[in-house]
């Protein structure tokens, strides 16, 4: 359902109607943590535990199922409330009136999208559960730590997930209209914003570091080692939101293949042989490992901002267009400068039809008082 759902609310984001799809995944999440907490303070359990009378029956299964229904019941709401709206309208005919899968180039650019992506997402995550494995080595504590350390960890991504998806849209827009200037003012305003804002999330992390460990568990032994870990993943989230700036403009420019082995050397070619050194080498702690994971997000934010800066802006815009079934030519729309030129006439032609009723006035009013004398 989630897959879905993300298939087609993606659209949404091509009909600048990112504001109700936030929303809407905004009040799903918070359905979703009410109804849970309410299950569990009052069911949660197995069938076979007693408490207070009542007999638990919330596992982990009908949990399941209540967050299947939730997902199912918003994506209903959410399509709906798009088709009612007009926002998919003019994807319904390739939707469910064609056969999409005859048009060849497009199926085709799709998949050698889509793979480099699916194989970048999978390595990212296969490295998490490997560094799992590691950190078991060194102790139970630690792993129930990592995992905690995860939920803080994915917060961090969706601050500057959202940044990213906005920038790559706005480059490979820029891109397919044939205004490489454009699309290399966008990415490099974006990094801007990018770094500004992963340097606030941290300085926020700083400061309310030890209150942020206490409110995710009560024991104090994990307290004690969150607490430790707090200056490596402030650094590490500088790191990781530089990666994923970098990483969402670069697969804007349609370089999905590069910024896979990109991600796939730093994360398998560094990132782990370090902490697999850190760990069973040299005995590290759990700094060892999440300093690795640092270094594997600094060296690719490094990699990935030497080939963004590199970049060859105008040829990439032919490569987008050719790619697309674009030829760049004034059929397909309008440049930006274009536009701007129709905005200013139009406002020049304003100004002149209110200089002339202002003039028109002003000898109405001269002729009243002639009159008048």
Not at 227 to 249: E, H, K, R, Y
Not at 303 to 313: G, K, M, P, T
Request: proline fraction near 2%; glycine fraction near 10%.
């Amino acid at each position: 359902v989630e897959g879905v759902a993300d298939g087609v609310f993606v659209l949404l984001d091509i009909m600048d109607q990112e504001e109700f799809k936030g929303r809407l995944n905004l009040v799903e999440g918070l359905f979703r943590l009410a109804v849970t907490a309410i299950l569990l303070m009052n069911w949660g359990g197995t069938a076979t535990d007693v408490k207070g009378g009542k007999e638990r029956v919330v596992d982990l299964v009908v949990l399941a199922s209540v967050w299947l229904w939730i997902s199912l019941l918003f994506f209903m709401f959410g399509l709906v409330y798009s088709l009612k709206q007009g926002w998919l309208r003019p994807f319904l005919t390739g939707m469910v009136d064609s056969m999409a899968l005859k048009n060849k180039i497009a199926v085709k650019n799709v998949v050698h999208t889509a793979l480099p992506l699916a194989l970048g997402s999978f390595l990212a995550y296969g490295e998490w559960e490997v560094l799992t494995v590691f950190i078991a080595h060194i102790g139970p504590a630690e792993v129930a730590t990592w995992g905690l350390l995860g939920t803080l960890w994915s917060v961090f991504e969706a601050g500057t997930e959202g940044l990213g998806e906005a920038a790559a849209i706005r480059v490979a827009y820029h891109l397919g209209k044939n205004n490489p200037a454009g699309a290399e003012m966008a990415a490099h305003k974006s990094l801007l914003l990018g770094c500004l804002l992963g340097l606030f999330f941290t300085s926020l992390f700083y400061i309310l570091g030890e209150s942020i460990c206490v409110w995710m568990t009560s024991d104090v032994v994990l307290q004690n080692l969150l607490v430790d870990l707090i200056p490596i993943v402030g650094m590490g989230n500088i790191t990781m939101t530089l990666a994923m700036m970098s990483w969402s403009i670069v697969g804007a420019q349609g370089r999905y293949r590069l910024v896979m082995l990109v991600i796939m050397m730093c994360s398998w070619g560094l990132t782990i042989p370090v902490s697999a050194i850190a760990v069973y080498g040299l005995n590290f702690d759990l700094q060892g490992v999440v300093g690795s994971v640092v270094i594997g997000y600094g060296t690719a934010g490094l990699l990935l901002n030497y080939i963004l800066i590199r970049s060859d802006w105008t040829r990439l815009s032919k490569i987008v267009q050719e790619l697309n079934g674009f030829d760049g030519d004034d059929s397909i729309g309008s440049n930006e400068e274009d536009e701007d030129e129709v905005m200013m006439d139009n406002k020049r032609a304003r100004r002149q039809e209110i200089g002339e009723s202002h003039s028109i006035s002003s000898k109405s009013s001269s002729t009243d008082d002639n009159d008048d004398n």
